[in-house]
């Protein structure tokens, strides 16, 4: 059964919705579809690649610090260790990687009980501005804190430490949908007391 409707001069038809409370029960759950397609597996990956271009980003505004590569391996370690965080198996950092480390847990809210392609970006993204943004309170000359009661630094250290070219990144969002953990890790390990004046390169003018 159908209607025709007229608005502005065009007509458009529009057919009636069953209303059978049994047609959609035999339709897989939406996570089921996601992980079929390997929809998550793409939006992660583009999660990623997004932390990366970030980092490269904020590496290109410092003399002498080349861009980062996305490793295999280290993106690997972090994913496991950003999803043990989320499930509430661990806290912080790793005590038994060798590698440089940053770790954001960024509050999240969302009608979809997973990350889309978007959200993964998003936080991606968010969370590398954040660490980035510790610059403020960076003295470039003597290569410490402007106040030393002010926010950290060292997650901008890592961020852009010459040396640190590998990059791993980790994305999880919490069972309970309320919160994501971002973690990245770094080859070389970065923010050696004593080695900043070597690694932390000047702003470019």
Same mark, same amino acid.
């Given at each position: 059964?159908?209607?025709?409707? +007229?608005?502005? &001069?065009?007509?458009?038809? =529009? ?17 089921? /579809? ?12 583009? %999660? ?7 980092? &490269? ?15 295999? !391996? ?27 480390? !940053? ?17 993964? /970006? %998003? ?9 980035? !943004? ?14 030393? !009661?002010?926010? =950290? ?11 640190? +070219?590998?990059? %791993? ?10 919160? /994501? ?9 970065? &923010?050696?007391? %004593? ?11």
């Amino acid at each position: 059964m159908s209607a025709t409707e +007229t608005r502005a &001069n065009f007509e458009i038809e =529009t057919s009636e919705v069953p209303t059978d409370d049994n047609e959609h029960e035999n339709l897989p759950d939406i996570s089921e /579809v996601i992980e079929f397609f390997g929809l998550d597996e793409a939006a992660l990956r583009a %999660g990623q690649e997004a932390c990366l271009d970030r980092h &490269n980003e904020k590496r290109a505004l410092h003399q002498s610090t080349k861009d980062m590569k996305l490793d295999k !391996n280290l993106t690997d370690d972090a994913q496991k260790w950003a999803e043990k965080i989320a499930r509430g198996d661990a806290t912080g950092y790793d005590p038994d990687t060798i590698c440089g480390e !940053n770790i954001s847990i960024i509050p999240f809210e969302s009608e979809l009980p997973y990350l889309t392609q978007g959200d993964y /970006v %998003g936080v991606a993204r968010f969370a590398v501005d954040t660490w980035y !943004n510790q610059v403020s309170n960076y003295d470039f000359p003597q290569h410490t804190k402007k106040n030393p !009661n002010g926010i =950290t630094v060292s997650s901008f250290v890592q961020t852009i430490w010459k040396i640190s +070219t590998y990059l %791993g990144v980790g994305i999880a969002l919490k069972p309970d949908g309320s919160e /994501v953990v971002v973690v990245c890790r770094y080859l070389q390990k970065g &923010n050696i007391e %004593g080695n900043r004046p070597q690694q932390v390169g000047q702003l470019k003018q």
